[in-house]
């Protein structure tokens, strides 16, 4: 299974851009999905987490602005992105951590889309 994200871009300060990342195959198991970014010179960090159970977490830093959802019928995880900052600027990963042949779950991740915030 790979996954595939789309839907970065440049926009201005304020605006908003959602973001997909679609599985190619199907999970046996998904114990939780998650958005990551990572900015130049920096390390990646967690954005935000969707469990199997429904429970959602968010950096501090985007609660409020980000909404993480899925949806199981099309294979794919968004991340709607509300009032954007220049501090949001990172390329944005998608991760699965789950398992396609019921075995233990392992890492997954998408190739990331980058996302520019500047006026």
């Known amino acids: 299974v790979q996954l595939q994200a789309s839907g970065g871009g440049l926009v201005q300060p304020g605006g908003s851009l959602r973001l997909s990342c679609v599985a190619s195959?199907?999970?046996?198991?998904?114990?939780?999905v998650d958005w990551y970014r990572q900015a130049p010179g920096k390390q990646r960090d967690l954005v935000a987490s969707l469990t199997s159970g429904g429970s959602i977490n968010y950096a501090d830093s985007v609660r409020g602005r980000f909404t993480i959802s899925r949806d199981n019928s099309k294979n794919t995880v968004y991340l709607q992105m509300n009032s954007l900052e220049p501090e949001d600027t990172a390329v944005y990963y998608c991760h699965v951590y789950g398992t396609i042949y019921g075995t233990a779950s392992i890492n997954y991740w998408g190739q990331g889309t980058q996302v520019t915030v500047s006026s």
């Open positions: 195959g199907t999970f046996f198991r998904v114990d939780h």
